[in-house]
């Protein structure tokens, strides 16, 4: 069990630019979690994959998101047209079961847009 | 709909001391409740949960939370609290028809007073 892998850890891209964050999930964890965490605040939900499929994204993602977990392994998000509100931590959790097992998170991936 | 509130922004705490940091959610039934860590630049770490049973439940590094249904808590406490306990503290609830989902309060930060 080597934990949830999130890559990069550090961003700083310019508004404007697209951005793309990998998730390595437990390996026999089938569900991922993508969340945003702003400063002073909890985490918010941001999107859910149970194996590869998409089950549900929050208000939150605007089309300017998009999660993909092709074969039900790693998952990316990919942010296009960064905006200087996109600035947040993208945490990435895996649960062998449902949100009642309690998540294991990875170190999250910093993004800083200027 | 679902909320969480932590009452407290920053609790400062003298090492040695014990702490008790609260909690409170808002939710028709007995929710699944979740303590989490977070050190600064890094992911969330699972302390304990309380899914049902005995409403004291016991946690990692030493820590301990109460459910009390007739106060919607679950508060988080420890006998004695060491400089390596300074970090942000987050209370999460998840319910049966949030399966994917965690809904979390907006995290106490833990100082410790050397």
């Known amino acids: 069990d080597t934990g949830v892998s999130q890559n990069p850890r550090h961003k700083i891209t310019k508004r404007g630019q697209n951005v793309t964050f990998r998730c390595d999930p437990i390996?026999?964890?089938?569900?991922l979690y993508w969340y945003r965490q702003t400063l002073g605040q909890g985490p918010e939900f941001l999107t859910y994959?149970?194996?590869?499929?998409?089950?549900?994204k929050s208000r939150l993602l605007s089309d300017r998101f998009s999660a993909e977990r092709p074969k039900g392994s790693f998952s990316t998000l990919e942010i296009q047209r960064t905006e200087q509100g996109d600035s947040a931590m993208y945490l990435c959790?895996?649960?062998?079961?449902?949100?009642?097992?309690?998540?294991?998170f990875g170190s999250g991936t910093r993004l800083t847009v200027v | 709909a679902q909320s969480v509130t932590q009452p407290d922004i920053h609790i400062t705490v003298s090492e040695g001391a014990s702490l008790e940091l609260r909690c409170n959610y808002s939710?028709?039934?007995?929710?699944?409740l979740f303590w989490y860590v977070q050190s600064p630049g890094q992911g969330l770490q699972l302390l304990l949960k309380?899914?049902?049973?005995d409403t004291l439940v016991q946690g990692i590094k030493g820590f301990e939370a109460e459910f009390k249904r007739s106060q919607s808590s679950f508060n988080l406490r420890k006998p004695s609290v060491h400089w390596s306990d300074a970090a942000e503290y987050f209370c999460?609830?998840?319910?049966?028809?949030?399966?994917?989902?965690?809904?979390w309060g907006a995290g106490t930060k833990l100082i410790i007073k050397p």
């Open positions: 999460a609830v998840g319910t049966e028809d949030s399966n994917y989902q965690l809904i």
């Open positions: 939710y028709g039934a007995t929710p699944y």
């Open positions: 390996s026999e964890h089938n569900r």
């Open positions: 959790a895996s649960t062998p079961g449902g949100a009642n097992y309690g998540y294991t």
């Open positions: 309380y899914f049902s049973g």
């Open positions: 994959f149970q194996n590869e499929a998409q089950l549900e």
